[in-house]
DNA sequence: ACAAAAGTGTTGGTGTTACACCCATGG
DNA sequence: CCATGGGTGTAACACCAACACTTTTGT
């Protein structure tokens, strides 16, 4: 049997090819640190099928577009945001995942693929704020979603935990001064109260040294004043590929 | 501005959609453990464009065809295996990816869902021996790739290591029942000599609780008879979705 | 043929480091 | 009241050493 290539147009002509529609599909995740819970961006759907269902914000990919343009494009339809950070999660193709695949013209499909974006809560702003059709859901109070979204974003939650203990994506939304508490408050809302001890993350995390103190203290309501840091990206990119733990 | 859904077909006419085509490539890996060696299978095109380069076996997506049905049959057409670890790696389909693309006629897109697989050196047999075709390469001598594919080779390689790591691969691969020794030759060939010291690695492993002794001994050549050790499914699946560390 | 040597698997010990838990201090 | 810093016991790990069992070598 002769080998069928990726990119071969010699495709056996006994077996036709799937022809696919290409979108993208976002997890966007924030972190209101203010009320201590993670959210999610959704959108209710307003044509068929699941017309009136909640999904995730995705697209359809465009002419010279590339993926990762067409999620931030996705993005940028919904909210504002000046700091975020995203990387592709996976891709859904399997047939059957969109009722729209005619059975009777059964070459089409809906490839997704997924990507995950971690935003700042405080500074996304939802651009048509009258829009009922986008909202941020609890990530524990997530309605039943229109197609497998419901998988692909648990998908992303579980990068999302896995991925805050291993890379710096936290100072992509924490505001640019922080305080060492803040933080571990964002790491404790998504990994869960007893992830960690407070006083061993301070000292784990500040010596790994790329975290600088501003020597600015800062007073939130009673208590002592804390330090504000910063992120010091110079300092990080030594350690940029190499197997980090945070927690 | 009217928003596009993954999965709308009232897209936006003034935005032309691209169009794909969706192939799997994958990144097929193996271990040598006689000669401590990583291999990777390719494949030597004999069409444009890239014609006589190497690359990564790979194939278009039928109709009705899961993209994990896709990946299992390209891997199927080039070796026979009965026993691998196979999953979903990453996706590239940025414009410009494939020369094929034709300029004039801007939608058309080559999409490739990567796969990455692990197989048992010993048992894969390539199904065409006198095809000169296909061939194991070892890791650290891989030729220039066509495409992008030299990029895909390189994020499969990070995840083998970064798998193998948190995760029981390597007793998909080991023969069914192996020595300790065996498990650790293979770990120090993917994961470099150093990665950890063998005693620890022993008792690190065995106080998992997921391999049985068998009690029978062999001895290969001089020295002391090793134990011969099952990895025991039943006692590992309650720590399925723990995160595990194996070094 | 027998004993010594060498090679490999197995087991245990020790110092260092990281962590969980707790407490003292400073603003 | 809360941020900060330090202290202590436990567990894990790197490194090292001893031991068990076999094959190989020497006479």
């Not at 002419?63 to 990387?87: C, F, H, M, P, W």
């Not at 013209?105 to 974006?117: E, I, K, P």
């Not at 964002?186 to 960690?196: N, P, R, V």
């Amino acid at each position: 049997m002769k080998v069928n290539s990726t990119i071969d147009h010699s495709n056996n002509k006994s077996e036709k090819l799937a022809d696919f529609k290409v979108g993208v599909d976002n997890v966007i995740f924030s972190v209101d640190t203010e009320y201590n819970r993670v959210l999610v961006l959704l959108r209710k759907r307003d044509v068929e099928p699941f017309n009136n269902h909640w999904s995730l914000p995705g697209t359809l990919v465009r002419q010279g577009e590339s993926l990762t343009d067409a999620a931030y494009r996705t993005l940028a339809e919904k909210i504002q945001v000046d700091n975020l950070y995203l990387e592709q999660l996976y891709s859904f193709g399997n047939p059957g995942r969109d009722p729209r695949e005619n059975p009777n013209s059964f070459g089409v499909r809906y490839l997704s693929v997924s990507y995950f974006a971690l935003v700042r809560y405080k500074e996304a702003k939802i651009i048509a704020k009258s829009d009922k059709n986008i909202s941020w859901y609890k990530v524990n109070e997530i309605p039943s979603l229109a197609f497998d979204h419901d998988e692909i974003l648990n998908y992303g939650w579980n990068r999302l935990k896995n991925k805050l203990q291993y890379s710096p994506i936290a100072f992509d939304v924490l505001p640019p001064e922080f305080t060492l508490n803040e933080v571990y408050q964002l790491y404790c809302t998504i990994l869960g109260e007893h992830f960690s001890d407070y006083s061993n993350f301070r000292s784990r995390l500040l010596k790994l040294g790329f975290l600088l103190d501003t020597k600015v203290k800062v007073s939130r309501g009673a208590g002592r004043p804390a330090s504000l840091y910063k992120f010091d990206s110079k300092a990080f990119a030594p350690l940029k590929d190499k197997p980090l733990l945070f927690i």
